[in-house]
């Protein structure tokens, strides 16, 4: 018994020292697939192509806070939103399928809980 909570604690500090932890980003619209990257960063992949998601980022970023710069060609969107800094990157791995990134961070500082509202409220304002 003991020794099984020592391998859980082994494997939980694992997950927690790492710079990669899965996560299940969502609420209303279920489970979407996304994880943090960093401290600041959701990142997550989408059937939804790419122009629909640049409409939506572009959307979302325009109600949420003030759009900074903006390259579709490049898929790149920056913002601020209140006093955070937010730096969108959308990233066409097939035709059909589209990588988001989303990181945010308030006075230098990671903001995890803003990109990840911001990276599900894009990819639901993209499945409408």
Do not use: N
Not at 2 to 11: D, E, G, S, T, Y
Not at 16 to 32: D, K, Q
Request: hydrophobic share 45%.
């Amino acid at each position: 018994m003991i020794k099984r909570a020592k391998l859980f604690l082994v494997v939980l500090c694992c997950f927690m020292l790492s710079g990669c932890v899965a996560l299940i980003v969502g609420g209303a619209v279920g489970a979407l697939g996304g994880y943090a990257v960093s401290r600041d960063t959701i990142q997550g992949d989408t059937d939804t192509p790419y122009a629909d998601l640049w409409t939506a980022a572009t959307d979302v970023g325009r109600v949420r806070g003030v759009i900074v710069l903006q390259d579709q060609t490049k898929g790149v969107m920056d913002l601020t939103v209140g006093k955070s800094k937010v730096y969108i990157r959308l990233i066409r791995l097939t035709e059909a399928t589209t990588r988001i990134r989303v990181a945010a961070r308030k006075y230098h500082m990671p903001d995890l809980s803003l990109a990840q509202d911001l990276f599900v409220k894009i990819v639901e304002e993209a499945k409408k």
